[in-house]
């Protein structure tokens, strides 16, 4: 089995969805592996990683706003605000998605859906730039 590894810097220029399959696979056509699984992981907190709807910007803008309700910001509804109002907010959006995904690799293609993107999920409106672990095994 081979493996190679890669962290991937995105600067996000505000809070929201961010697509960054291209740079995924981009990455992804300069290995030799033709057949296996590419993880990423996200090394932050108020930072998530999700799959989703790369057609509608709908979709986005709903998800984004949904997550915005369920972790609001505020003074005085945390006890953690060390960087700002958005600081905590920010660590329950990234508890209640993820900061690793799967993506199966079939001759050396992302075996992602039709309507499928892969996104970086920026919780924080000054937030530095954000790194990602790209982790493929394979054949």
Not at 13 to 25: A, E, S
Not at 102 to 109: L, R, T
């Amino acid at each position: 089995m081979k493996q190679a590894m890669h962290l991937l810097e995105i600067a996000a220029k505000h809070r929201g969805l961010h697509d960054f399959t291209t740079d995924v696979r981009a990455w992804l056509g300069k290995q030799d592996i033709a057949n296996g699984m590419l993880t990423l992981f996200c090394r932050h907190t108020s930072a998530s990683l999700l799959i989703q709807e790369n057609a509608a910007s709908a979709v986005r803008r709903d998800l984004e706003k949904y997550f915005d309700e369920l972790a609001p910001e505020g003074t005085g509804l945390y006890e953690h605000d060390d960087e700002g109002p958005d600081d905590m907010p920010a660590h329950l959006k990234t508890a209640l998605t993820q900061v690793q995904l799967s993506v199966p690799v079939m001759q050396g293609k992302l075996m992602l859906g039709t309507w499928q993107g892969i996104y970086l999920f920026e919780h924080r409106d000054a937030a530095p730039a954000r790194e990602i672990v790209l982790h493929l095994s394979g054949e």
